[in-house]
């Protein structure tokens, strides 16, 4: 039996999406959050994109689209950890995740096998 090569996108999105984990992290403590329910949410987005990425067979339009999303929680977050302390971060923490799930609830609900399957009836009696 053939092994099959690693996979560079889905290695790169899961690279992405765990310094994305993690650069939340920094935002957190740096705005002297503890261990709450509070960590819990923003952290969602996260696991469930590397939830997605479990199988080492993901297609490449997961890979790239988490690629996509949790590099952009990555320049969220990072702008939060180089910027000045403002009142409104907070609300970054509280919308960014939010949007971030949508996208990668997005990009999951959208890439999987019968949302494909469905695309390429639609399209194959456009050419």
């Known amino acids: 039996m053939q092994s099959r090569p690693p996979n ?3 290695r790169l999105a899961i690279g992405i999406t765990i310094l994305g984990a993690l650069i939340f992290l920094v935002v957190h403590v740096r705005h ?9 949410w923003p952290l969602t987005p996260f696991a469930l994109a590397l939830f997605a990425l479990r199988s080492p067979n993901v297609n490449t339009a997961r890979s790239v689209g988490i690629s996509l999303v949790s590099g952009l929680a990555v320049v969220a977050y990072g702008d939060l950890v180089l910027a000045r302390r403002t009142s409104t ?6 919308f960014i995740p939010l949007w971030h799930l949508l996208a990668c609830l997005l990009v999951v609900g959208l890439t999987t096998k019968p949302v494909a399957k469905l695309w390429s009836r639609l ?3 456009c050419s």
């Open 8 to 10: 560079p996108r889905r």
């Open 32 to 40: 002297g959050g503890g261990i709450d329910a509070l960590l819990v």
């Open 89 to 94: 971060d907070v609300l970054n923490i509280i």
């Open 123 to 125: 399209t194959s009696g």
